[in-house]
């Protein structure tokens, strides 16, 4: 596979944190679903570009359709990320907070400090708590 993603279709932007406290930009691109070209059976691909945390590495995902393809690419590009900020004896953070902000659980955050997740804001959980709206933090429009 070559290094080229195509048209990027979402990013982000994390930090590793050494031991130190020395902080290192990481980038995680992913772009469009495409057909796998490849497949006999019309399956799809994924490809994602992580940049930092040592070399630059390209990669893909393949699923039987365009999101299962994007989902897989997510969870293997985690996988990456983790395995790099084991080697490197870091920690990946998201927003200053720990972790990589790639698992949604709408229901496990609310009410409590920090960033919440919307799903389709707003929206009112079984248990009678509320997913805040995408645009921000609680007030914010």
Known sequence: MTGEIGEVVAERRLEAVAADG?????????????????????????????????????????????????????YKARLVLEERARAASAR???LGLPGLGFTVDPQAGVGLPGPQFAVDPPATLPDGGRVLPARGAPGEQ
């Not at 469009?32 to 630059?56: A, M, N, T, V």
């Not at 590495?57 to 999101?67: C, E, I, K, N, P």
């Open 22 to 74: 020395t902080r290192t930009p990481v980038t995680v691109r992913f772009g469009r679903p495409r057909p796998d070209e490849l497949s006999e059976h019309g399956d799809w691909r994924c490809p994602h570009r992580i940049r930092g945390l040592g070399e630059e590495v390209t990669g893909a995902a393949f699923g039987v359709d365009s999101l299962q393809a994007l989902l897989l690419s997510v």
């Open 92 to 94: 990946l953070e998201w």
